[in-house]
């Protein structure tokens, strides 16, 4: 990270999909990463091999970001290890495509708790710390905020509201040096994409042929985005909330 002074970075949601590929890029720009996952513990510690393969610095960690006691004890972990952090990614969410019909209570509690309260508490958590002077935080949202596909209402409104609470973050914790920024990643070949059999689907390709760039985004794509927006690169950007999708919208 040129000329910043970033250090230690969590990624929440890291044991696949594009929370992995931040975290790879991250650890790329010299930052200690702290790889979180909710379940499974073998994709997440294969990434921190990847990264101690290269010669970075990781460690997993399991946390629910749903839960305030998890979230303290992430941040707990990951300052013991590596000292305060100073760059967060929200990264983990789940996501279910269902008719408005469909969605129940259990549902839209597992979404808005993962996806948004998720977001909340660690990004309290960050600025919790007393120690930090400047920290960037970066969430990530959908382009389908943007594009509002079909059957995706409660993740795409757990969504938007994330991207509703990144601008109100930022303008709360801008004095402090604390940047609060989103990504809006589109339809990317992941784990959690292939158990919805995403990849092949007449979805895809109608995405394909609206997406000016022509393919479905990769967990490569997003980490030098996120990687320049933890940098001091992006020292005068916050409470933006950035399309990364090939051009679709
Ligand atoms: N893939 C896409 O097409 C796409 C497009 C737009 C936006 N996004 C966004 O990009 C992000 C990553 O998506 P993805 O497709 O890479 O997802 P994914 O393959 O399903 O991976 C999700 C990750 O989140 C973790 N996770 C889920 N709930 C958690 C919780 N409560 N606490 C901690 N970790 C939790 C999972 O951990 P375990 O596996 O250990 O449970 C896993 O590491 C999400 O925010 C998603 O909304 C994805």
Not at 84 to 108: G, K, Q, R
Not at 195 to 217: F, K, V
């Amino acid at each position: 990270m040129s000329g910043n002074t970033t250090r230690t970075a969590i990624v929440t949601g890291a044991s696949k999909g594009l929370g992995a590929g931040i975290a790879k890029a991250l650890a790329e720009t010299g930052a200690a990463v702290v790889v979180n996952y909710r379940g499974h513990a073998e994709g997440a510690e294969r990434v921190v091999e990847d990264i101690t393969a290269k010669g970075g610095r990781a460690i997993a960690v399991q946390a629910d970001v749903a839960g305030r006691e998890d979230v303290s004890r992430l941040f707990g972990r990951a300052r013991a290890a590596y000292g305060p952090v100073d760059v967060l990614v929200n990264n983990a969410a789940v996501a279910t495509f269902a008719p408005l019909s469909d969605i129940t209570e259990a549902e839209f509690q597992r979404e808005m708790t993962t996806n948004l309260l998720g977001t909340i508490l660690t990004t309290q958590a960050l600025a919790a710390q007393d120690d930090i002077t400047s920290a960037s935080v970066i969430n990530v949202s959908t382009a389908g905020t943007v594009t509002h596909p079909l059957y995706s209402s409660l993740y795409v409104a757990s969504k938007s509201a994330v991207n509703a609470f990144t601008i109100v973050a930022a303008k709360e914790l801008g004095p402090r040096g604390i940047r609060v920024n989103a990504i809006m990643p589109g339809p990317s070949d992941t784990e959690g994409t292939r158990a919805m059999g995403y990849p092949g689907s007449d979805q895809e390709a109608q995405a394909i042929a609206a997406t000016p760039l022509g393919r479905t985004g990769s967990p490569d794509d997003y980490g030098p985005l996120v990687a320049f927006l933890a940098s001091d690169d992006a020292r005068w950007i916050t409470g933006d909330v950035i399309l990364a999708s090939g051009g679709l919208r």
